[in-house]
T-cell receptor
Framework: SAVISQKPSRDICQRGTSLTIQCQVD?????MFWYRQQPGQSLTLIAT?????????ESGFVIDKFPISRPNLTFSTLTVSNMSPEDSSIYLC???????????FGQGTRLTVV | AQSVTQLGSHVSVSEGALVLLRCNYS??????LFWYVQYPNQGLQLLLK??????LVKGINGFEAEFKKSETSFHLTKPSAHMSDAAEYFC????????????FGPGTSLSVIP
């Protein structure tokens, strides 16, 4: 199994500002995934981050709004830029297991934009 | 493309009663199937998964699910509900043939009535 640490666990931010969320994994992984869970909703994939290349974004998500870094095989960051109240969500980092048969999740970052 | 549907956004059962949460999937390739649970203000926890082999899968906390290919279903059951089972449950599917993201269903909120 993989142990994932996310920082911060929660934050309250002013609209128009940016927040960077960190995701640290206790083992090397090829791909890391960032999800958004809006209040009362299911998880939606934002992007897939592969070390050494640009992240791949899902429909409805753009790099200017959600820039992602993946400097090495155990770490990634997601930035939520120019925030508005609609960005208030839980953001989760995820990785696949070694045998690709399971996804592991961090505890999430609960973001409130005021 | 893969997708997941969960019948019933909210299910209520009495303590001690059978829990049945429905999940149907769509996948063009043999899927991996998962049930995740999310307790209030917590991250996601894997309940059980189907990859290959036995179609009846047992998970943690007394839950089990049966993969029925002919019905494209992966319903979650527990013989006797406990108060601590109250949570949000997500069915999910992923593509086993390549690195791929996990696609989540909309979720079912389970309430347990004393």
């Amino acid at each position: 199994s993989a142990v994932i640490s996310q920082k911060p666990s929660r934050d309250i931010c002013q609209r128009g500002t940016s927040l960077t969320i960190q995701c640290q994994v206790d083992s090397q992984v090829t791909m890391m995934f960032w999800y958004r869970q809006q209040p009362g909703q299911s998880l939606t994939l934002i992007a897939t981050a592969n070390q050494g290349s640009e992240a791949t974004y899902e429909s409805g998500f753009v790099i200017d709004k959600f820039p992602i870094s993946r400097p090495n095989l155990t770490f990634s960051t997601l930035t939520v830029s120019n925030m508005s109240p609609e960005d208030s969500s839980i953001y989760l980092c995820s990785v696949e297991g070694v045998d690709r048969s399971e996804a592991f999740f961090g505890q999430g970052t609960r973001l409130t934009v005021v | 493309a893969q997708s997941v549907t969960q019948l019933g956004s909210h299910v209520s059962v009495s303590e001690g009663a059978l829990v049945l949460l429905r999940c149907n999937y769509s996948s063009s390739v043999p899927p991996y199937l998962f049930w995740y649970v999310q307790y209030p203000n917590q991250g996601l926890q894997l309940l059980l998964k189907y990859t290959t082999g036995a179609t009846l899968v047992k998970g943690i906390n007394g839950f089990e699910a049966e993969f029925k290919k002919s019905e494209t279903s992966f319903h979650l059951t527990k013989p006797s509900a406990h108060m601590s089972d109250a949570a949000e449950y997500f069915c999910a599917v992923s593509d086993r043939t390549s690195y791929d993201k996990v696609i989540f269903g909309p979720g079912t909120s389970l309430s347990v009535i004393p």
